[in-house]
């Protein structure tokens, strides 16, 4: 389908300062930068919204208290960049290569309290490169993490068929 990736990016981000918001455990402040025009592309919006709702659990569960999560949408030339921000715990260097495998979490003990099963990210991954994309990690321990989305405007092919 042909999506807003702006409007659908609005509309995630809405909803989780909604609920962050109603649980009250920590304040959590959302800014998006998303162009004031639609930018189109052509996806499967349900498998879209999994990956968004994946990144920004993360994002949430990982910031600290009084942190910016930012949403950046920006439309290059051929594909659009998407970037969700965090100003959270961070993940050092050397582990940011594995963040994409099954099962994989970076501190045991942490991610144990925290809950979750480290299949978000690797879900995501899958998800993306479906649509012909790339994902990557950006992170300074300590500081924050930019999780980076490159799509192309139309790629998407549903499984055994044309897009
Ligand atoms: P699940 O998503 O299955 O509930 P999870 O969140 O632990 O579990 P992933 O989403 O795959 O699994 O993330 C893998 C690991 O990468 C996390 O356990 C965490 O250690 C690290 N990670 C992911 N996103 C962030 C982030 N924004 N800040 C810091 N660490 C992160
Ligand atoms: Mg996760």
């Known amino acids: 389908e ?8 609005t509309q995630v981000s809405e909803r989780f300062e909604m609920v962050t918001k109603d649980k009250k455990d920590k304040d959590i402040r959302f800014e998006n930068r998303i162009p004031n025009h639609p930018v189109y592309v ?5 498998k879209m919204i999994q990956v968004f709702d994946n990144i920004l659990s993360n994002a949430v569960k990982y910031s600290p208290e009084g942190g910016t999560i930012t949403i950046q949408v920006i439309a ?25 495998d099954r099962f ?3 501190d045991k003990a ?10 978000g990210l690797a ?3 899958e998800l993306v490169e479906a649509h012909g994309g790339k994902i990557d990690v950006e992170s300074a321990w300590q500081q924050g993490t930019t999780i980076s989305i ?10 055994g068929g044309s897009a």
């Open 104 to 106: 994989y979490r970076v």
């Open 42 to 46: 052509d996806l499967d919006k349900d």
């Open 76 to 100: 290059r030339a051929n594909e659009v960049d998407i970037e969700i921000s965090d100003e959270g715990v961070g993940i050092p260097k050397e582990n940011q290569a594995k963040i994409f």
């Open 150 to 159: 490159t799509l192309p405007y139309s790629r998407y092919k549903k499984a």
């Open 123 to 125: 879900i995501s991954k």
């Open 2 to 9: 042909t999506i807003d990736v702006g409007e659908m990016l």
């Open 110 to 119: 942490r991610a144990r309290s925290l809950g979750g099963t480290g299949l």
